[in-house]
């Protein structure tokens, strides 16, 4: 599996409550959330989708292996990307 949370994370909690396998915990210098690769099952087999990003509330927080943000900009928002002010 290959789901991970970038430096984007604000710390929320969110995804650490409803990961059903556990697999989120905080990182090292508790810098940002981190998904174990060994544990994390993507919620294959128990959700349609990755709990994680379907509760994170941060656009682009939680990417795929390919680096493509399961949330990305607008999708929480609405706001085409050409709205966006990108930090």
């Known amino acids: 599996m290959a789901l991970a949370i970038i430096d984007k994370c604000v710390n929320c909690h ?3 409550m409803v990961c059903p396998t556990g697999s989120i915990r ?3 210098n508790d810098l940002h959330f981190m998904i174990n690769q060994d544990t994390c099952t993507e919620c294959e087999g128990s959700y349609d989708n990755p709990q994680c990003s379907s ?3 941060v656009e682009c927080a939680i990417v795929d292996g390919d680096g493509e943000p399961m949330n990305p900009y607008g999708s ?3 706001l085409p990307i050409e709205k966006a002010v990108l930090v």
Do not use: R
């Open 26 to 28: 905080k990182g090292k």
């Open 14 to 16: 969110a995804c650490q």
């Open 76 to 78: 929480l928002t609405g």
């Open 55 to 57: 509760i994170c509330p």
